[in-house]
């Protein structure tokens, strides 16, 4: 997604540079054939690939994909990109922010000079990428607010922040990001690479991980804007219980009746509760 630093140190420091934008390319093409494979069958879809950089796993993508959007930032890597996939008719290089891009005229666009922007039919997506460490959870986010529009997401993320996602409720990793994220998909925590399979090397460790969209709102029976932000609220200070953290918000009374009727502990804590027990907390405060 970003290009290393202009600076020109010395080639023994050159591995050792912190890139502008806080990418770790991927380096090991056997991780980037596993990270595509986990997609599954692709050649009747249409792959969003974050970041593609320097271009490992979009070798691997373009050939298996009907068709292939690849996001980057970095205009000098963006302009790198367009080039090398140029005699590719299934690849389009935007140089945009995932973050922010406007989704439907993004995969609108038809591959080619002329960009055609005639509408297209609906459907689902594939995302893939390696993302930077600094703006993972931002892009995560994004990825489950389009849950509509997107089937599966298999991303490369900072070992930490994919066992976060995958935590159980009740475990030292259990929280908001967690929450959020089992809310919309479920996780599957692929693989494991060390330092070295990236250049320049990252201080930790990452994971492959992938989102399959299994959204739970109809069967917790809550509405997503309203139980999104009972989310944030309920997790907005670890070292508080639930209790403490609602009263902002809700009165007490109707916390404790709340509680009870959920069959909750008056001390019990956000990071204890399964999406079920914080569902049904939710709908006892909003029918109190």
Do not use: C, W
Not at 264 to 284: C, I, P
């Amino acid at each position: 997604m970003a290009s290393p630093s202009s600076d020109k140190p010395s080639a023994s420091r050159s591995t050792k540079r912190k890139p502008k934008l806080g990418q770790h390319f991927l380096l090991d093409v056997g991780a980037a054939q596993k990270i595509v494979e986990a997609l599954g069958d692709v050649s009747n879809r249409t792959a969003i690939e974050i970041g593609p950089g320097r271009g490992v796993l979009t070798d691997v993508l373009a050939p298996r994909a009907r068709r292939v959007i690849g996001i980057e930032l970095d205009r000098v890597l963006a302009a790198q990109l367009r080039m090398r996939y140029a005699t590719r008719g299934n690849v389009e290089i935007l140089e945009s922010d995932f973050v922010t891009a406007e989704f439907t005229s993004m995969v609108g666009r038809r591959p080619g000079p002329l960009h055609d922007l005639r509408p297209t039919q609906a459907e689902t997506v594939d995302i893939v990428g390696n993302l930077p460490y600094y703006i993972t959870t931002d892009i995560v986010l994004r990825i489950l607010a389009l849950h509509r529009n997107i089937e599966r997401a298999v991303i490369m993320v900072q070992k930490e922040v994919a066992d976060r996602m995958a935590a159980k409720a009740g475990s030292r990793d259990y929280g908001l990001l967690s929450a959020t994220v089992q809310l919309f998909a479920r996780v599957d925590k692929l693989f494991t690479l060390p330092p070295e399979a990236f250049s320049p090397p990252p201080e930790v460790h990452s994971s492959a991980i992938r989102l399959t969209m299994t959204p739970r709102l109809e069967e917790l029976q809550v509405e997503e804007g309203p139980f999104i932000a009972f989310l944030k609220l309920a997790f907005g200070q670890k070292r508080k219980t639930l209790a403490n953290n609602l009263r902002g918000q809700y009165e007490a009374a109707a916390i404790r009746a709340a509680l009870k009727s959920a069959g909750l502990r008056s001390d019990v804590r956000a990071e204890a509760m399964s999406l079920e027990k914080s569902a049904a907390v939710f709908r006892g405060l909003r029918e109190a």
